[in-house]
């Protein structure tokens, strides 16, 4: 059912193939050349044996050993070359796809954050270009080719084919036998490792918390439990491979001294020549040596699979936006009519059938109880949850008519945890971009973060990782406000904007919000304290996930205080 689901991922995938197909036919062509130049060992001994040997002529052995060693040369010239081609193949998968799937996981994960998929997405495509890489590629693309071998032994007796014929079916048995029985280990010792790369990644994110509180030891305990879970399902599948390895390694092994021995019975018995026994040995041997190269990097191409099959599901789950028509810029006209949201993966709206309209120069405070649906609705205007229902328009258009990026342009968004990332505080505030000096001190200006900003050690150009933890909740909440008034956007989503500021941001803050009204554009703030919505208009109560109230704040909160007083209390009423 899953293979089913997941189809269109795997079109996605084969698609990305579709541009190296002439290099595949030639890694395929190369294949069939080096495999064919395999049979210079063989043919030589055959030829030593019966011919010089048999002749006492050196010219003949001078000869044929030149001619062996120009084929032995073009073989190694060839081979080479293939597995340049095989490299590059899958570099150019990687680049190809990077992009894709980095919005793809980006995309899930903002929606779903505790999406695994997504987590390890590119890790995964990494994976998948290693395989491609690897000597196993090689080895399986020898696999085709075979049967030529087989066809050799049989030509030099139906007794050596048939023995080669079923050594080979019973190392594939094993083989399709090994992959049956260690899917199932690996798989969850890829789950326990990702679980616990999660928690050491967010146990590291959180150190100050982790120390102060005296849960070290704790949160080793929790950690290691997810590392032993991970070794012992990695032990367990080691376990299983490593046997069917070992089998395998040694049955290739006799099955080449028993063709050596049945070649021999056939010298005494049916009168083949001494060549023909030595000749059939190394034919048996290189027939199975890809099957033997297989297994011996069975973990890699197990890890390679399981890989694939996690991006196909991403990307089936994150299809690629279909190319949108630009528009114009918009004005700050935003409404929502009938809007029900479902979180993503989850069953239960969290709000439902919310309708308001607000217009350039207007902010809009929206208030009540913790768990009512706030900062589900902050996620729905800045186009990261999709409606279920109804839907959010702004200057007449959908959101998702604007595109992923454009919306993000247009909106400046303040989540309630604010993150800074790896570089300076002004590409920090310029989104990660290629900042503009006059647009960054601009909107560090109207955030009240210009000052703080100078008396850091490089002032804009200092970068994060440098100062580390010793910026303040609200320094950071200043940096993040800049960043969402960075690039003049037509709207701002606040969400609890003041929730680290002091009486001087909150000011700022209100004359940042004044400034943004000035200049046509919407404001939302999400707010539990009374200061931050000073400068609303309007005002939005939601309970439960329903609309209480929308309309003028004062008359709103007059209204509210008659009939809601517990939510007003539990929002903002000054």
């Not at 919005?103 to 270009?129: F, H, K, M």
């Not at 969850?188 to 509180?213: F, H, N």
Request: with cysteine; aromatic share 4%.
């Amino acid at each position: 059912m899953r293979r089913t689901e997941d189809e269109a991922g795997r079109a996605e995938l084969r698609r990305a193939l579709r541009p190296a197909r002439s290099l595949i036919l030639t890694v395929a062509l190369f294949s069939l050349t080096v495999n064919m130049l395999m049979l210079t060992g063989p043919l030589y001994m055959l030829q030593v044996y019966d011919r010089v040997l048999a002749g006492r002529s050196e010219a003949t052995l001078l000869a044929l050993s030149l001619i062996a060693a120009a084929m032995f040369l073009a073989m190694a010239l060839i081979d080479h070359a293939r597995g340049r081609i095989v490299a590059r193949i899958g570099a150019a998968l990687q680049q190809r796809l990077d992009l894709r799937v980095f919005r793809a996981a980006l995309a899930r994960s903002a929606r779903v954050p505790s999406d695994g998929v997504a987590a390890t997405a590119q890790r995964d495509l990494e994976a998948v270009q290693k395989l491609l890489a690897s000597p196993v590629f090689l080895a399986m693309c020898d696999l085709p080719w075979v049967p030529i071998f087989v066809l050799g032994l049989f030509a030099f007796h139906p007794a050596l084919g048939l023995l080669a014929l079923g050594g080979a079916g019973l190392l594939v048995a094993m083989t399709l036998a090994n992959q049956a029985l260690s899917v199932a280990p690996l798989a969850e010792a890829a789950r326990c490792g990702v679980r616990a790369d999660r928690l050491s990644d967010m146990l590291k994110a959180e150190a100050e918390t982790v120390q102060a509180l005296g849960m070290t030891g704790a949160a080793f305990d929790r950690w290691q439990r997810g590392r032993s879970e991970a070794l012992a399902a990695a032990l367990r599948a080691a376990d299983v491979t490593g046997g069917f390895g070992a089998a395998i390694r040694t049955l290739r092994l006799f099955l080449q001294s028993a063709t050596l021995g049945l070649g021999a019975w056939l010298v005494l018995k049916a009168g083949l020549s001494g060549g023909v026994m030595i000749a059939s040995s190394v034919l048996m041997g290189r027939a199975l040596a890809p099957i033997d190269t297989a297994i011996g990097h069975w973990p890699l191409v197990a890890h390679a699979w399981q890989a694939r099959g996690r991006l196909a599901a991403l990307l089936t789950r994150q299809p690629e936006a279909a190319p949108r028509t630009p528009l114009p810029r918009p004005q700050a006209r935003i409404e929502a009519a009938g809007l029900s949201l479902i979180p993503p993966g989850g069953a239960a709206p969290v709000l439902r059938n919310l309708a308001f309209a607000v217009g350039p120069g207007q902010a809009v405070g929206v208030i009540g109880p913790s768990g009512s649906g706030k900062s589900s609705l902050a996620r729905a205007l800045t186009g990261l949850w999709m409606p279920a229902a109804g839907d959010i328009r702004l200057d007449g258009a959908t959101l998702d008519q604007y595109g992923a990026d454009t919306l993000g342009r247009l909106a400046g968004y303040l989540p309630q945890r604010v993150t800074l990332f790896d570089g300076t505080i002004a590409e920090n505030i310029a989104r990660l971009g290629a900042p503009d000096p006059e647009a960054v001190v601009a909107a560090a200006r109207r955030a009240a973060a210009h000052e703080m900003i100078l008396r850091l050690p490089a002032g804009y150009d200092t970068p994060v990782a440098a100062i580390g933890g010793r910026l303040s909740g609200g320094q950071i909440q200043r940096i993040g406000l800049a960043r969402a008034m960075y690039g003049d956007p037509v709207f701002l989503v606040l969400d609890e904007p003041n929730s680290n500021l002091d009486n001087d941001g909150t000011m700022a803050l209100n004359a940042g919000i004044r400034a943004v009204k000035a200049a046509g554009g919407t404001v939302f703030i999400m707010a539990h304290r009374p200061a931050a919505i000073q400068e609303c208009e309007l005002l939005l109560v939601i309970e439960d996930g329903l609309q209480r109230a929308f309309g003028p704040r004062d008359t709103v909160l007059r209204e509210m205080v008659k009939n809601h007083t517990d939510i007003v209390r539990a929002g903002a009423a000054p």
